[in-house]
């Protein structure tokens, strides 16, 4: 199993979420977040002042998947998430080693 975590910008959310459906993912779990990068100034200098957040709000989207379906699903997100502009985001697939269900109590392959 992969675990899929994306920070993508709010204003593609719904159209990386569509293209997910398109590829019937079973679910995702999507949560607003903050963070910060280089995306504001390529010098990494501050570019804001005292009245400004630092901060970015993002959209953090997290998918378990079999290993299969893990590179096309990742590149979708990749893919219907780009603007073209700095701070677009980052996708990141990493191994599951174990999961539970709560409810059923199936474990591993099972859960996904």
Known sequence: ?????????????????ERLRDLEVPGASLSEVEGFGLEAD??????????????????RLEIVCSDDAAPSIAEAIADAAQTGRRGDGKVFVTPVTGAIDVRTQRTGEDVV
């Open 1 to 17: 199993m992969k675990m899929i975590t994306a920070y993508i910008r709010p204003i593609v959310q719904d159209e990386v979420v």
């Open 42 to 59: 390529p010098d990494g200098g501050a570019s804001y002042g005292p009245q400004v957040s630092p901060y970015q709000r993002v959209v």
